[in-house]
């Protein structure tokens, strides 16, 4: 065991920190406040290979490993989170389920754009009476011979409306329950498929989430994933690693709000000394670091398990559990300890803390994380 990066591994994180501090943090006040997408940041963000990080080259991605998109995950949420969840949700929910699990057309045809960060996709479980209860699915793709048809709603989906190609969890036969549904890749323009109004959210602002409208789509035979019924596995699967992307970035949204109190707590001067010598303080910033390097390290471990092909289905969700804990906790001292000044939005913590919310629960709250590890413990 060692706990030293390699030098591709570095050089990623550095080239994130990077891209966050010149083109990611100009601007995310306004686009927070206006909810405005970061299009122009997502566009390069694929240019440097970060949507199709873990994707091998020859299907348009950058062939990188999953410690690498932690580290580039936690750097982008430090500044970003609303950038930061379209990275997480391209690479981890749609191309790693198109490259593991899609046919070699569907690669070619979806993968190849989606990975290389030409085209931007979704991934569409949730419904308005199926979020934690995902096996409940109302949505349904009835088996018409060469085709489904594709009738029902989505929700909070997350590229709702920047997305090229959507991945949509539908029951093609309820008597057989959760082994009755599909995963269908769905393009935009399909007719009948329409793209309902942008959510106003608390956090994560910027990232663009809207319910999905089907109504009679007819989504070709061939673009189904996997063998009839794969798909609730299918999206078990894909989360497992999702979780790995939300952990990271609730690690980051910590992060972020870490460093950002550190170096107020250096500049603020109070009852005649500068407010890092006040031990009220000092052990919040020490309960900080420790917290937040135990969720990196949970991230990591996540990480290191899926590069090397063993399970981490606990250990992903035990990531996303605590990292997501972290990420609210931390952040509200941050806004504790900048004062007023943290209740306003120049200073930035106190978007870090309405956007580390999310992270307890997208990709499975933070009940749905108990249920995972504790299923495991108690195998
Ligand atoms: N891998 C493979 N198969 C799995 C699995 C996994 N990790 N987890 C469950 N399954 C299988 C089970 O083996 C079972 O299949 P069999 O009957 O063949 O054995 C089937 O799935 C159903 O599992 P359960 O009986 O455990 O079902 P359940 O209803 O008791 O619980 C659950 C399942 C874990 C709670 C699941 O419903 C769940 O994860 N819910 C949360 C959903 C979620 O995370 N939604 C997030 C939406 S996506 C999002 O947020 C994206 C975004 O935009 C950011």
Redesign the pocket.
Known sequence: MHFEFSEEQLMIRQAARDFAQTELKPGVIERDEHQKFPAEQVKKMGELGFLGMMVPTEYGGSGMDAISYVLVMEELSKIDASAS?VV??NNS?VCYGLEKYGSEEQKQKYLVPLASGQKIG??C??EPEA?????SQHTTAVDMGDHYLLNGTKN???NGGTASTYLVIAQTDPSKK??GINALIVEKGMPGFTVGPKENKLGIRGSDTHSLMFTDVKVPKENRIGEDGFG??F???T??G?RIG?AAQALGIASGAYELALEYSKQRKAFGKTISDLQAIQFKLADMATQIEAARLLCLKAAWLKDHDQPY?QASSMAKLYASEVAMRTTIEAVQIHGGYGFVKEYHVERLMRDAKITQI????SE?QR??IS?EVLK
Do not use: C, N, P, Q
């Open positions: 969840v997480s949700v929910l979704a991934f479980l949730s979020g934690s209860d995902a096996t909070w989906i997350t959760h082994h609730f596995k999206a078990m699967k989360l497992e999702g939300i289905a997208y990709e499975g709250t749905i249920i995972v299923r």
